[in-house]
């Protein structure tokens, strides 16, 4: 029954079942490593998204913009 | 200001006045988040004037004292939308934004981490590009996004898990190709990965 439902070789050999526990030991502390390093990388790329931000923030704002305001400003004067 | 009453009482040009001051200090804010969804500056600077025109004129709706940055941003987060709704060319633009993503890759003297960064956000759906830089770099807590957005807090908190997991994966596909392995394995990484994140929406 064994045999017909998995497709690796020795798979169902005692070296077999030795080796499948080796891996799932072995992956709590991989997965741990992984994580720690993912939040590292996370926090690395937050960082550089907040500066990339930041730097459009510190840009001199075009003085079309403060126009536009002063437009709506003396319209709206009129209106009144 | 210390009351909100006392803004509240605030009518005609003295209210204007008010509404005008916390405006312009906005102004930088909104040319990064435009900057941010379109990729490109000039497209940016006439989304954000066009926001910011908007906002003007829809003075009289904003309550005095409430968050101005985020009813800003909701608006110009809208314009957007609308702009690229009524143009056939979004999809294209997002191809040519994976297309110097994939140029940029290809050249292992170029890449700057920023310029990278930038690149990779090119490349992701917009919703999940908007949800990331409104929590990541604008400052916003997950509620206040998800009013910009009009979606439900949870979806942010999805979207903005989904692209930073994207834009990570991005990354390390642009340094395989900088490792000397083949540029085009880098390439099919990236466009996979966007393919994939995209048909995830």
């Known amino acids: ?80 | 200001m210390s009351a909100s009453e006392d803004l509240s009482t605030l009518t005609g040009a003295a209210r204007d006045n008010v509404f005008q001051k916390d405006l312009v200090t906005l102004i930088p804010h909104l040319r990064a988040f435009a900057r941010t969804l379109t990729g490109n500056a000039t497209q940016a600077d006439d989304l954000a004037q066009d926001a910011l025109i908007k906002a003007w004129d829809a003075r009289a709706s904003f309550q005095l004292g409430t968050n101005m940055k985020a009813w800003t941003f909701m608006i110009l987060r809208n314009q957007f939308y609308s702009d690229k709704r009524r143009s056939w060319r979004s999809t294209q633009l997002d191809q040519e934004a994976a297309e110097r993503t994939l140029v940029a890759v290809d050249d292992p003297e170029s890449p700057v981490a920023l310029d990278e960064l930038r690149q990779a956000m090119a490349v992701l759906p917009a919703e999940q590009r908007e949800a990331l830089i409104l929590v990541g770099a604008g400052g916003f807590a997950y509620e206040e996004a998800a009013e910009i957005c009009g979606c439900a807090v949870g979806t942010v908190k999805s979207r903005v898990s989904r692209a930073r997991k994207a834009v990570q994966g991005i990354l390390e596909a642009g340094a395989y190709g900088r490792d000397g392995r083949p540029a085009d394995e880098a390439m099919g990484n990236i466009l996979s990965e966007a393919e994939r994140l995209s048909a995830a929406r």
Request: charged letters at 40%; hydrophobic letters at 30%; aromatic letters at 2%.
């Open chain 1, 1 to 80: 029954m064994k045999r017909d439902i998995s497709s690796k070789d020795g798979e169902n050999t005692p070296n077999g079942v030795d080796r499948m526990i080796d891996q799932q030991s072995s992956r709590p502390h991989v997965a741990a490593e992984n994580s720690d390093e993912a939040r590292l990388r996370q926090r690395a790329i937050g960082v550089k998204l907040r500066q990339m931000f930041d730097e459009v923030v510190n840009e001199p704002v075009p003085d079309e913009f403060l126009e536009i305001l002063r437009r709506a400003d003396s319209s709206s004067g009129k209106e009144r």
